[in-house]
């Protein structure tokens, strides 16, 4: 890849104050800058130099930002573009891609941002396949995340792996207690024994004694041979009994006789069978207040919370999301055969901005919906099926007003933020004409221009 320090880059836009913005941006960058004031003097000045990458706006008169796209990739098949526009929709985002677009970016966008994609998108140049998503670090060989709260897990991994303690994980649906156990055992000196993963809300409760202990032959009706259960199968290495919340009271009576003698006793036997396993538990409920109400026995508790490791929900790691969304993009790319480059910077923001109640388990399956619907060469947020969750946290927010962060906030950056966003959407609604998006908002004409002007928006000259 070539080192995109001084491309060449014409930008096309009909608001001259966005083609100032982004020259003055680019420049100091240090790119070589064109600026077109339309899609006529866009094609003019692709024709008498060559781009390494254009950014284009997409509504305007009268030749417009597809058209300038399928003129570039004409003359220029190597350039990149990149396509920005205050009144993206579904149909254009899918025409551009299909176009060969590399991304498409909503007004306003964050600087940080539009430079990353840029500089991502010179990077791509010159490659004779469209490159391939990333699957982000992987640690222990099956957790993903670089934020500060996994990497404390992280060091809590190494420090729990190097004893012979049970250990109690907790944390929400979804936020991976499985694969932490995983890298527990295989980090421990049980490496090379048996990893046994028990579900104990998954088993009936008419059932689960058998599979956790075995029976003998004859012990109940359809025992006709002897059976070790899973206990006995994990001897040597580690038993994962997650949602052990779930158990209930005869078999927390019986699971504290493995953990305290270390033996096990099988349905329809009078002797006990000694066993050496080491126990980690995971849970997503109180635990304490479930001891404290006496739905779970506090000796017990206190036998499996030996060391407590709690994983944090994805939420609380936001700056994980791309890489984990990176990772789960590759792997189902593979798996369904497709070709897809990327998760637009649109879509992304949207993902990183999502609350994520299933937390990664959710993320998961959202990645993988996109990629079965996606069409185009790169994941688009309506393929994310987000639209809903979008409202539905929205009108969260409507109804229980803005959350401040535990860390605090920049509220002015936040205003400017919620008022450009308004902005964006009375132009929307009113189809361009800035009289009826100033009603709409309650402003003067006056007033309403002034800000366009201010957060570098204002739209192409409609009827007033």
Known sequence: MADPAGARILVV????????????????????VHCAADGLEAMECLKERKFDLVITDIRMKPVDGLEVLKQTKSLSPSTVVIIISAYASTETAVAAMKEGAYDYLPKPFKIDEMRNVIRSALLSRGQDAPARPREGPLYFGCLIGESSPMKKVYELIEKVSATSSNVLITGESGTGKELVAKAIHGQSARAKKPFVAVNCAGVPESLIESELFGYRRGAFTGAGADRKGLVEAAEGGTLFLDEIGELSPALQVKLLRVVQEKTIRMIGDTTDIPVDVRIISATNRDLEQMVIDGRFREDLYYRLNVIQLRLPPLRERREDIPLLADHFLAKFCREFGKDIRKISSYAMDILKSYDFPGNVRELENII??????ESSSIILPESLTLAAHKRAQRGRVESDGPVLPPDGMDLDHYLADMEKSLLVQALDRSGGVKQKAAELLGLSFRS????????GLSAAEDSE
């Open 13 to 32: 836009d009909d608001e001259r104050s966005m083609r100032e913005f982004l020259e003055i941006m680019l420049q100091k960058d240090g790119y070589e």
């Open 368 to 373: 993988e919906r996109g990629v079965a619907l």
């Open 448 to 455: 309403f221009r002034y800000r366009l002007v201010k957060y």
